[in-house]
């Protein structure tokens, strides 16, 4: 089976303290995460080490980032590299977030380059994907989430794209509380990986997990992810909530 995986992606939110807190109310409360699942917490910079000092010995259990930069090392202030990630035991990263997308003006390309350089140094990107809501009342969302991916990852083998993960997060569902319906979320992450087993072939397609992401809550987890091509979520508002977060966990296949 794909792996499962219930991602935390915190965004701008929490003090140390509080993200702290959370993580212990969420250890108290998690019983058992399965061989083929997975929890991903995508904290802030400044706390990926508190919290991988604190789950990262965990089995199942990885800390992610939520960004990291195209370029080695250098004269790029405020940015942090892949050796900086590998230096605190950081294995995962979201990449291409649509809020990234927004209001940093990242590109298709510009996250090709980020894409590269996390697999050359053996980092797992959570790739992020999704169309906003003009694109979806035009009904275009197929050939858009198509380039997006087209343009960021066809140029990797087919060895490289095994090690990605796919995060489709419809604009119009993140923190709106209007969720994608399951039937929505279906068709959209069976397209997604239609396009990748016309590039690659069925079999390494049926390999990539496809998280789906935009107002998960704890209530509608288990009908999304009861969905064959759902492997799982990238969830905002809801895993600032320790009772919400370890529901969703509990709701993987
Ligand atoms: P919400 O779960 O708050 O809608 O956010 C989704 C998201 O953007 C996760 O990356």
């Not at 910079?45 to 800390?63: C, E, R």
């Amino acid at each position: 089976m794909r792996k499962q995986i219930a991602a935390a992606n915190w965004k701008m939110n929490l003090t140390l303290q509080q993200g702290e807190q959370l993580l212990n109310d969420i250890l108290a409360l998690t019983h058992e995460i399965k061989e083929n699942q997975q929890a991903v917490f995508a904290v802030p910079f400044p706390y990926l080490q508190m919290a991988q000092q604190k789950l990262g010995n965990k089995q199942q259990v990885f800390i992610a980032a939520q960004n990291v930069y195209n370029k080695k090392s250098g004269a790029y202030t405020g940015e942090v590299s892949v050796d900086m990630l590998q230096s605190l035991g950081i294995k995962t990263v979201v990449l291409g977030h649509s809020e990234r997308r927004e209001y940093f003006n990242e590109t298709n390309q510009f996250l090709a380059e980020k894409v590269n350089i996390c697999l050359e140094n053996n980092i797992t990107p959570i790739f992020c994907c999704g169309e906003a809501l003009n694109i979806r009342e035009a009904n275009s969302q197929n050939v858009f989430v198509g380039q997006q991916l087209a343009e960021s990852l066809f140029h990797l083998s087919a060895e490289q794209i095994k090690k990605i993960v796919i995060a489709y997060e419809p604009i119009w569902a993140i923190g709106t509380g209007k969720t994608a319906t399951s039937e929505q979320a279906q068709e959209m992450h069976a397209f997604i990986r239609s396009v990748f087993a016309a590039k690659y072939g069925n079999e390494v397609a049926n390999t990539i997990s496809i998280l789906y992401g935009g107002s998960v809550k704890g209530n509608n987890a288990k009908e999304l992810f009861a969905q064959p091509d759902v492997d799982g979520g990238l969830v905002g508002g809801a895993s600032l909530n320790a009772q919400e977060f370890v529901a969703i966990i509990n709701a993987l296949k």
